[in-house]
């Protein structure tokens, strides 16, 4: 009997994928968890239908990787059934090892990055299907002599991008995020072994960078969301230090261990305890700690249960000391609390919007004659005006806990 089956996508339709191999990793629990890690972090707390998973995105990037393997074969390219196999599995276990609410907690529950997990886990499923996974891994990281099938799943139009913007636009109601993704594919071709965009698609691209670019501005890094997922991260901090001062809990989880012990992950142990653990451990863990003795976790805990998220100050360059105290003395006072414990809620950091990456530039075919330039070269506008960066504090506007 056929494994293959039809889903429905709200942004795509009627999908379907064309080797059944692909349908046994969809069903493997190590891919299933992915329904349980959220796409956007905390940005529900700002857009409230933002409560798509991973699981929806490497479904949407695996059918635009399919459709662009197919345009480009229309066009002569040379991609051998092995080979689109093997780019079609490296595209969806592209976010296999993202833990529990995805980039807001990146290297927090564990020190190490969401793409070195996923190789490790790609690896691990690799043994279990006896090498099927060799080619799918030498694409993934970049080790494939067909550069151009690396490209499609990481570059700098690559299907995961042309996804998550069309997903994450949808779910968020944010309709600046929306991109020409079919036009985009239409565009593509390869030329000396690299992905390159056909110069009548000039206008796609550039529409496609302006989305990603309000997309950071309305969504990845809106204030109120970027300072939901500081407390976040900030909470787990703190749980890690008050593990070490405490009684060690009855029942220890899965999450508990990990953020408890210097994990590398370099045990079968270790990445099944790492597997293990999804969204709702962390709802369960900040649940717990509403009535703790510790008046901090219990700020953080009811603030994020209760959407009592901290006051948020941006900027384009570091606070300066005047700045910080002034923070200092305002919250304390309007929070009703000591400023030495208001302090220790004051978090700073920053985050940067790439809307153009000048190292990894998009190449752009022209008609006559039969050449490659930039992107750069051939656009008419400053992409690099796009690349910013943001510095922040986030303090506490109110007093949940009990005094």
Request: proline content about 3%; some cysteine.
């Amino acid at each position: 009997m056929s494994k293959i089956k039809i889903f429905n996508d709200p942004i795509y339709g009627l999908v379907s994928y064309p080797y059944e191999f692909i349908y046994e990793l969809i069903d493997h629990p190590y891919f299933q968890r992915l329904r349980r890690i959220q796409q956007l972090g905390m940005s529900s707390i700002v857009y409230p239908g933002a409560t798509h998973s991973r699981f929806h995105h490497a479904l949407g990037a695996l059918h635009l990787c399919d459709k662009l393997i197919i345009n480009l074969k229309s066009k002569g390219v040379d991609i051998t059934t092995e080979e689109h196999e093997a780019t079609l599995i490296a595209i969806l276990l592209h976010d296999v090892g993202h833990g529990p609410y995805s980039h807001a907690l990146e290297g927090e529950i564990i020190a190490v990055h969401h793409e070195d997990l996923t190789l490790q886990i790609m690896r691990k499923l690799n043994e279990e299907f006896h090498g099927r996974l060799d080619m799918a891994i030498r694409i993934f990281t970049k080790g494939y002599p067909k550069a151009f099938l690396s490209e499609m799943i990481s570059g700098q139009v690559d299907v995961d991008r042309m996804d998550y913007l069309s997903r994450d636009s949808f779910y968020t109601g944010v309709a600046e995020g929306i991109i020409g993704y079919d036009r985009i594919i239409k565009m593509m071709n390869v030329y000396e072994g690299a992905l390159v965009i056909e110069q009548k698609g000039i206008h796609s691209i550039e529409k496609f960078l302006l989305s990603r670019h309000f997309m950071y501005h309305q969504v990845y890094m809106h204030k109120t969301a970027l300072a939901a997922d500081h407390m976040l991260k900030m909470f787990l901090k703190e749980y890690k230090e008050e593990l070490k001062s405490s009684t060690p809990p009855t029942f220890e989880s899965s999450l508990i261990r990990l953020i408890n012990e210097n994990i590398t992950l370099d045990s079968d142990q270790q990445i099944e305890a790492f597997l293990n653990i999804d969204d709702s451990d962390v709802i369960t863990l900040i649940k717990s700690c509403q009535n703790s003795s510790n008046r901090i976790l219990q700020i953080l805990s009811q603030g994020l249960l209760n959407r009592r998220i901290f006051g948020i100050t941006q900027q384009g360059k570091p606070l300066e000391k005047i700045e910080i105290d002034a923070i200092i003395r305002e919250g304390s006072i309007k929070c009703g609390i000591d400023e030495r414990f208001f302090v220790k809620m004051l978090n700073f950091g920053s985050e940067g919007s790439a809307m153009y990456e000048a190292k990894d530039e998009i190449k752009i075919l022209l008609k006559k004659p039969t050449r490659t330039v930039t992107f750069r070269a051939e656009s008419r506008l400053n992409w690099d005006q796009g690349n910013e960066s943001l510095f922040f504090a986030t303090y506490p506007k109110e007093m949940l806990a009990k005094q």
